[in-house]
């Protein structure tokens, strides 16, 4: 099984920008859909953007879409999530997540997870 560690997060201002990571170890991303969800204080988990298993699918939420981009590195073994003129409402911690099935936009359909890494923007 795989094993998720995120990184990159922290304290921003609003309009500002974060990258985070999410390495994987133990198995391939390749043979995984790959996502990133997120929850605030007091909220569910939500859904933030995913990838295709086979990396030819992209989706993101309402509230991320134009300023978010997902990608994946096979060689590095890595998911990346850009987050650019993040806003108040971004502040969250935001998790990596694996699925073995072809893909997953909800994150019952996750079975492997990281520990989160937390993500402020004051504005």
């Known amino acids: 099984q795989v094993q998720l560690v995120e990184s990159g997060g922290g304290s921003v201002q609003a309009g500002g920008s974060l990258r985070l990571s999410c390495a994987a170890s133990?198995?391939?991303?390749?043979?995984?859909?790959m996502g990133w969800l997120r929850q605030a204080p007091g909220k569910e988990r939500e859904f933030v953007s995913a990838?295709?298993?086979?990396?030819?699918?992209?989706s993101y939420a309402d509230s991320v879409k134009g300023r978010f981009t997902i990608s994946r590195d096979n060689a590095k073994n890595m998911v990346v999530l850009q987050m650019n003129s993040l806003k108040s409402e971004d502040t969250a911690v935001y998790y990596c997540?694996?699925?073995?099935?072809?893909?997953?936009?909800?994150?019952?359909?996750?079975?492997?997870w990281g520990q989160g890494t937390q993500v402020t923007v004051s504005s």
């Open positions: 133990g198995r391939s991303v390749s043979s995984y859909a």
């Open positions: 990838i295709s298993r086979g990396g030819g699918y992209t």
């Open positions: 997540a694996a699925s073995t099935r072809p893909w997953a936009s909800r994150w019952r359909e996750y079975e492997y």
